[in-house]
């Protein structure tokens, strides 16, 4: 589809957004004309690499009453499975025949009619992180994914594939200043990945309000502490080892860390990237935190 970058497992475009083999051109489209929310359902936005699965967990934990033990019997991606994926185990697109009792969906499509309509009717939690983190850890998840490759090329190549938009999921910035819009929607809740690793004690709660869950001080503490970078790591629900079409050079849990890209951007591409996210960001109040 793009002659100068490597072809992807069934790569498509669909809105000038890219896809590959996890989704299916039918998905999507049903995802967005079909698919129902239900009066109960959570949805979580993100853009790739952007804590996705931090959220995920986190979102179910407080949905299901704290139930760590529950949430170490199955894979996170099983108990909040993806809206418009194929290849996990619950029947997408519209959950059927998967007894999901409170429907947790997180997405990360910006294609689908989410990013520019999240509710009404139910609640939405969208994850935003700085994009040059976001660039890292897709970079290495491209690396690791077979399906993502062949991907034989390098971080700076990488990094033209990010600045031609020819990237899974399409454009950052359309689809971070596509919620940021909507940040002030009483049925959307947006939480900055930086604050959420950095301040998880003032962050929870804030979650857990916009859930309508009633947390101590001690929940708050324990939460923190399942959801730390060591013990996701650590924890196989969350942690993605073993799952097919990784390889096992790659370890899904990366780094964690907010400033990262700093090992990877030389000074040239990161004026160049601030260049072109000043001028897209410019004036929308949208402030993200680069470093720690
Ligand atoms: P890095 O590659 O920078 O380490 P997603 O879940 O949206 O795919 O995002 C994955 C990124 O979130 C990875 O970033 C991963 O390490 C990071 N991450 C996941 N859980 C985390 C946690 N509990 N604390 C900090 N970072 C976490």
């Known amino acids: 589809l793009n002659p100068k ?26 995802v967005e004309q079909e698919f129902e929310f239900l009066p109960d359902d959570l949805l979580i936005a993100t853009f790739p690499k952007s804590g996705t699965t931090l959220m995920q967990e986190l979102a179910w934990l407080l949905r299901h009453n704290l139930d760590f033990a529950g949430a170490k019997a199955s ?36 294609g689908a009619r989410i990013e520019a309509a999240p509710g009404p009717g139910f609640k939405t939690i969208c994850v935003l992180r700085n994009p040059k983190d976001v660039l890292v850890s897709y970079y ?21 594939m ?16 596509a919620w940021w819009a909507q940040r002030n929607r009483p049925d959307l809740l947006l939480v900055k990945f930086e604050d959420l690793v950095r301040r998880p004690a003032l962050e929870i709660p804030r979650v857990a309000e916009f859930l309508g869950v009633e947390v ?30 990784m390889l096992d050079s790659f370890s899904f849990m990366r780094s964690g ?32 935190e680069f470093d720690w």
């Open 216 to 245: 101590g001080q001690d929940d708050v503490k324990r939460l923190a502490n399942a959801l730390s970078f060591d013990a996701m790591k650590e924890n196989p629900a969350t942690n993605y080892s073993g799952v097919p079409g």
């Open 5 to 30: 970058y490597p072809k992807m497992m069934n790569e498509f475009v669909y809105k000038d957004v890219l896809f590959v083999h996890w989704t299916t051109r039918r998905n999507i489209e049903l």
């Open 75 to 110: 894979r996170v991606f099983e108990r909040v499975p993806f809206l418009e994926e194929n290849w996990t185990s619950h029947t997408c697109p519209r959950c059927r025949g998967r007894a999901l009792s409170r429907r947790t969906c997180p997405t990360t499509s910006s």
């Open 162 to 177: 990010w600045m031609d938009g020819w990237i899974v999921a399409g454009d950052w910035f359309r689809v971070a200043k």
């Open 140 to 160: 290495h998840f491209y690396k690791g994914v077979v399906d993502y490759g062949p991907w034989p090329w390098d971080f700076s190549s990488f990094f033209d």
């Open 257 to 288: 860390k907010v400033g990262d890209w700093k090992r990877f951007f030389t000074v040239s591409q990161s004026e160049q990237f601030d260049r072109i996210y000043q001028a897209e960001m410019a004036g929308t109040g949208l402030e993200l």
